[in-house]
Nanobody
């Protein structure tokens, strides 16, 4: 069963916006949704953390997206969002929603820098393509 289901990807031009959603309702049946995050992987590149939101509402972002992306969560609906503005061609990647099976983000703000954290559960991804 898919526990994390992303949607909202697509193709946009440089400077455009997209909002990604991650339905975590299945994940929430087993695990706390206190900590959830977004990661991305471009072709030929390693997966990297983009943004995370912790159980206390604190957020962390990769330097490359600070000021352009906003992560948020609807706790009642168990939906995670990623609002992406001022998109650049280098933002082109498959975007994945992830949860660490823990209420709090492991290692706090460092979790998004640990894309290979062994306990992460991953969604299937949604493609974002930004053309120049």
């Amino acid at each position: 069963q898919v526990q994390l289901a992303e949607s909202g990807g697509g193709s946009v031009q440089t400077g455009g916006s997209l909002t990604l959603s991650c339905d975590a309702s299945a994940y929430a049946r087993t695990y706390s949704t206190g900590c959830l995050g977004w990661f991305r992987q471009a072709p030929g590149e390693e997966r990297e953390g983009v943004a995370a939101i912790d159980s206390d509402g604190s957020t962390n972002y990769a330097d490359s997206v600070k000021g352009r992306f906003t992560i948020s969560k609807d706790g009642a609906k168990n939906i995670l969002y990623l609002q992406m503005n001022s998109l650049k061609p280098e933002d082109t990647a498959m975007y994945y929603c992830a949860g660490p099976k823990n209420r709090n983000c492991p290692y706090g703000a460092t979790w998004i820098r640990l894309p290979k954290y062994q306990y992460n559960i991953w969604g299937q991804g949604t493609q974002v393509t930004v053309s120049s």
